[in-house]
């Protein structure tokens, strides 16, 4: 694959406004004026360049962060959601109709494995939940599936930290003329999907993305005829749901997304510092940066130079009492914050099984290899992390007393 730096390829954009301003004029209009009629209707059907109808379809501000998205992922196109879920729905919605089948992984977050198993039934689209990792399961899937028309993953899946084979997943996919649709939540710059074959990425910008944890926002990014497709103001999924971003936050993101490459470093040393020492004293940790790790030939062979191998990194303590304590103590010893949610400049831990991946039914949280014990941290950005893993270590030790 060819060398690619999502963060120069943004630095490469001209952003400025039409007053030169460094950063692009916020536009908090929710309707546009057309100096003449025919121009409306024409936009209408999609066939002007350079106007704007109304903020459901686009807003300049929201184009703005949307080109710069593109350029990281290098899409030709991207449209920005209200929340990452609704990224998520809608992608997966915009591909299906009732008959159609949905083959995903069975590690994705809680909320997106809740629409596909409990939701998406009522309206006649039936998902099959595989392990990714063995790609013949998937093939099998796929060949009892002929009525699949969408194969969903994580690129590093929550909160197990496997990777998922982009390349051999989007040949699967192709193969039968479906759709890749990858959540690059965890791995914004590490991992480019959409250069290995996905077809559509997307992403929760609450997270990482954001960085702040002051919104919840998310992006699909795509091919320019693809997110056309979304806003189309006759069959556009997006168009008709009206998940849109507000341009305000768009603006905030923006300006953000151009620390994304710094903090993603910084996520990545930290949670690489903290994976060492946890081996040396023995704790029983999970971390794809550490040849251990069973995906970490694979993740070389994607990655992106430059980025570390992500700032996720989990415990295993066995029993969820356990994580509780610790995760308690953690909290009060100034560690982080016993929260959901990742990507923020503090670290955060939960116990994905008693959180973000309750949704999931435990046998097959169990059968997935999710211990009840699992503590997912977000490593923050720490300037001391040998502080924090003593920290880490005086939690777990007074824990055990
Ligand atoms: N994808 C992943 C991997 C997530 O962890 C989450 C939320 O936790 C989502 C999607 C949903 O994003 P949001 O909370 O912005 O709707």
Redesign the pocket.
Known sequence: MQKFDPATAIQRLDGRDANRGVNPAICDSATFTFPEAHLMTETFHGETEGYFLYSRHWNPSNLALCQALAAMEGTEAAWVTG????A?TCALIHEVKSGDHIIASMT??G??FAFMANYMGKFGVETTFVNFQDLDAVRKAVAEHPNTKVLYT?TMN?PLLRIANIPELSKIAHGIGAKLIV?N??TPMIFSPYRMGADVVVY????FINGKNDC???AICGSGEYINSLIDVNTGTCMLLGPVLDPMRSSSILKNLHTLHIRMQKHSENAMYLAKRFKEVGFKYNYPGLPEHPDHELFNSMMNPGYGYGGMISIDMETADAASRIMEIMQKKGVGYLA???GYFKTLFSNSGKS?SSEVPEDLQREMGMSEGLIRFSMGLDNDIEATFQLIKEAVDESRR
């Open positions: 929340s990452g879920l609704a998520i994705t977050y909320g997106t994580e929550n959540d939540t965890f929760s910008m609450t997270k919840v926002a998310g959901v949610s990742l973000t």
